[in-house]
């Protein structure tokens, strides 16, 4: 089964830095990856897909990386806002057609 | 649309209780699912469906049942609710399972539930 886990579980910084969040899998035959946001009392909202043949995905401000060999998948955000502050999940299809989800970082950005 | 469209977002059971969790969609998706997202974990999928009158298992599905008698309905039911079950439910859908793994997942809100 496809473990997921995502360190640090809680992030606060201050409006403008740039966050680095981490996600790392145990399972390295992978479908795709994906990166959600999740705001309090709210459902997940997708932020970015990256296939498993992609090394990166881009959107805005939001950059994600994917390493397969390394079992690792990294969100960037630049620039942070205060907006910004929510709980950010990965999840993974495993070749199989699982989807796995990590428990999430809260991020804080502090005005 | 409405998108997808949970009830209720609240609910507190006593021990042995039965309900309902509702789940409906406007966006004539043939993929519905439920997950339940607890303190510290990822979301884990309780069963899904890929049309009308298909259902299957997820990774967590003792304790729930489900069925699918239109496109736009998914209820969760809880048979003999425990505190085990206390957790937020989300129901999620997609176009096709070909979207969803496209990354086109569609989320509810949620329903918070309490079992006493």
């Known amino acids: 089964k496809q473990e997921v886990t995502q360190i640090p579980a809680a992030l606060s910084v201050p409006e403008g830095e740039n966050l680095v969040l981490n996600c790392s899998f145990t399972?390295?035959?992978?479908?795709?990856l994906q990166w959600f946001r999740q705001d309090p009392g709210k459902g997940l909202t997708s932020l970015l897909l990256i296939q498993s043949s992609q090394r990166e995905q881009t959107s805005g401000r939001l950059n994600a990386s994917l390493d397969k060999s390394s079992g690792r998948s990294t969100l960037y955000i630049a620039a942070s806002q205060p907006g910004d502050s929510a709980t950010y999940l990965c999840?993974?299809?495993?070749?199989?057609?699982?989807?796995?989800f990590g428990a999430g970082t809260t991020v804080t950005v502090r005005a | 649309n409405a998108g997808v469209t949970q009830t209720p977002k609240f609910q507190v059971l006593k021990t042995g209780q039965s309900m309902t969790l509702q789940c409906a969609q406007d966006?004539?998706?043939?993929?519905m699912s439920w997950y339940r997202q607890d303190p510290g974990m990822g979301l884990r999928l309780i069963h899904y469906?890929?049309?009308?009158?298909?259902?299957d298992q997820g990774e967590v599905p003792n304790g729930y049942n489900v069925s699918r008698s239109t496109t736009e309905d998914f209820p969760l039911r809880l048979l003999s609710a425990a505190p085990s079950q206390t957790s937020v439910y989300f129901c999620a859908s997609s176009y096709s399972w070909t979207s969803v793994l496209g990354g086109e997942l569609f989320f509810g809100e949620g329903s918070r539930l309490t079992v006493l």
């Open positions: 966006m004539n998706h043939e993929y």
């Open positions: 999840a993974f299809f495993s070749n199989d057609y699982k989807l796995s």
């Open positions: 469906s890929v049309g009308a009158g298909i259902t």
């Open positions: 399972d390295s035959a992978i479908y795709n």
